[in-house]
Structure formats: structure tokens, C-alpha cells
């Protein structure tokens, strides 16, 4: 590898560590597959389907009583 490729992996860690953070689900099959198809369907990555539907509960006061 030489080192101007070396270099961005190194930025590129750097930024993502700093810039970001991980959240790690563990679902039930059918709504992994339930998700995983909609998903698919709307061309959107899971994560960011997590993210604007958790953001959306927040911003309307959707509160979960289960």
C-alpha cells in the first residue's frame, strides 16, 4: 500500500470515529425482514431508516407505553 493510500485510511477512520457513533439493534426475524423489505422497496439504507423514524417519534411525542 503506499503511503498517500495510507494516509486517507487513516483520515478516513479518524473522521468516522469522529464524526459518528454506532447504535447495534437486535430484532425478531420477521421484523428484521419486515424492515429489510421496505428498505429495499424505498432505496434507503437501515440505518438511515432507523435514524429518521426514531428522529420522527421525538420531534411528534410518540411515546411507547409496551
Given at each position: 500500500?503506499?503511503?498517500i493510500?495510507?494516509?486517507?485510511?487513516?483520515?478516513?477512520?479518524?473522521?468516522?470515529?469522529?464524526?459518528?457513533?454506532?447504535?447495534?439493534?437486535?430484532?425478531?426475524?420477521?421484523?428484521?425482514?419486515?424492515?429489510?423489505?421496505?428498505?429495499?422497496?424505498?432505496?434507503?439504507?437501515?440505518?438511515?431508516?432507523?435514524?429518521?423514524?426514531?428522529?420522527?417519534?421525538?420531534?411528534?411525542?410518540?411515546?411507547?407505553?409496551?
Amino acid at each position: 500500500m503506499d503511503n498517500i493510500n495510507k494516509k486517507k485510511i487513516e483520515y478516513n477512520a479518524a473522521y468516522k470515529t469522529k464524526n459518528y457513533k454506532q447504535l447495534a439493534i437486535t430484532v425478531k426475524p420477521a421484523d428484521y425482514e419486515t424492515i429489510d423489505d421496505y428498505c429495499k422497496k424505498s432505496n434507503i439504507s437501515k440505518a438511515k431508516f432507523i435514524v429518521k423514524c426514531c428522529k420522527y417519534c421525538i420531534n411528534n411525542g410518540i411515546k411507547f407505553d409496551d
